[in-house]
């Protein structure tokens, strides 16, 4: 167990639709990470939140947001969904944004959109 | 900009083999690199980090940055070592990581 807790396991969901999915960082990371896994693009970058505030975007569309609140959990937004939105989003925490530090992963949030 | 290459898709190899992951790496700056390992679709676990020079699980890699590679190898497979395997770059301006698309190792017996 890495620590790192994401709520929904599963979730199907229609297009056009909005999910949100939840992570909760382990205890004393400040830094939070979302990727999301499918099968033709693999493990991509998608946004990280240090302590609150947005710190490095990657590859996240428009119709996705985040954010992390005090409490330091971290929350990510799709809306109108595709059918392509269907994949594995993962959550990953830090304790903070240095060299050294390791990032573990959550068990991630399967997504499918029908 | 940074790129990580896993030129393998899938690696199949009998129990008792050598095998080798290939990882090559594109960063302009003093890389950071890990392997991540992922069995059946659950979480990426942290396999090795090129700073601690460990050895985990009976893998090792060695950074060599003459050749911008960090290849994963061990020198005698386990069945219980097929999984996806993941090479990752930390990018050291934010700490975010850049992976490669990923190798399936599968062991037979």
């Known amino acids: 167990d890495s620590g790192v807790t994401q709520t929904p396991k599963h979730l199907i969901t229609a297009t056009g639709q909005r999910v949100t999915l939840r992570c909760s960082p382990r205890?004393?990371?400040?830094?939070v990470y979302w990727y999301q896994q499918s099968l033709d693009q693999g493990l991509q970058f998608l946004i990280q939140?240090?302590?609150?505030?947005?710190?490095a975007k990657g590859n996240i569309l428009e119709r996705f947001s985040a954010q992390q609140f005090p409490d330091l959990h971290s929350e990510l937004n799709l809306s109108s969904l595709e059918l392509g939105d269907s994949a594995l989003y993962f959550c990953?925490?830090?304790?903070?944004?240095?060299?050294?530090?390791?990032?573990?992963f959550g068990e991630g949030s399967w997504l499918t959109v029908v | 900009a940074q790129r990580v290459t896993q030129p393998e898709k899938l690696l199949s190899v009998f129990k008792g083999a050598p095998v080798e992951l290939k990882c090559n790496y594109s960063?302009?700056?003093?890389?950071?690199l890990f392997w991540y390992v992922q069995y059946s679709r659950q979480r990426l676990q942290l396999l090795l980090r090129?700073?601690s020079r460990e050895s985990i699980k009976g893998f090792t890699a060695d950074l060599n940055k003459g050749e911008t590679s960090f290849h994963l190898k061990k020198p005698f497979a386990q069945e219980e070592d097929s999984a996806m395997y993941y090479c990752a770059l930390k990018n050291s301006g934010y700490s975010t990581l850049t992976f490669g698309k990923g190798t399936m190792l599968l062991v037979s017996p």
């Open positions: 205890s004393g990371d400040l830094s």
């Open positions: 090129h700073i």
């Open positions: 990953a925490s830090s304790v903070g944004t240095g060299v050294f530090n390791t990032i573990y």
């Open positions: 939140y240090y302590n609150g505030e947005e710190r």
């Open positions: 960063y302009s700056g003093s890389p950071e």
